[in-house]
């Protein structure tokens, strides 16, 4: 069963960083991608960034020039590091991979991001 399991949450001031990583159990080039979701209380799921296998990275346009995201294969890890923290960033970020040779998509169990003064 591939496991993905998310580190590096925490509460930081607004205006602060935070550095997320996802160790993936498999290696990362059995992922076609690997990205991150957050979710807030009471909202739905939403993207925050893509990593693809062989393009680039895409962004939610609400953490555009402020998280960068990436993925090194050598130890099988996803970050995501976040600059410029607002309070809106507060929520339970996931990360998550579409397997290549079956499409389905495995997710980790979340990490708490909570930007707070």
């Known amino acids: 069963q591939v496991q993905l399991v998310e580190s590096g949450g925490g509460l930081v001031q607004p205006g602060g960083s935070l550095k997320l990583s996802c160790t993936a159990s498999?290696?990362?080039?059995?992922?076609?991608?690997v990205g991150w979701y957050r979710q807030a209380p009471g909202k739905e799921r939403e993207l925050v960034a893509t990593?693809?296998?062989?393009?680039?990275?895409e962004y939610a346009d609400s953490v555009k020039g402020r998280f960068t995201s990436s993925r090194d294969n050598a130890k099988n890890t996803v970050t995501l590091e976040m600059n410029s923290l607002e309070v809106e960033d507060t929520a339970v970020y996931l990360c998550?991979?579409?397997?290549?040779?079956?499409?389905?998509?495995?997710w980790g169990k979340g990490t708490q991001v909570t930007v707070s003064s």
């Open positions: 998550m991979g579409r397997l290549r040779w079956s499409g389905a998509v495995s």
């Open positions: 498999i290696s990362l080039e059995d992922f076609t991608v």
């Open positions: 990593v693809p296998r062989f393009s680039r990275t």
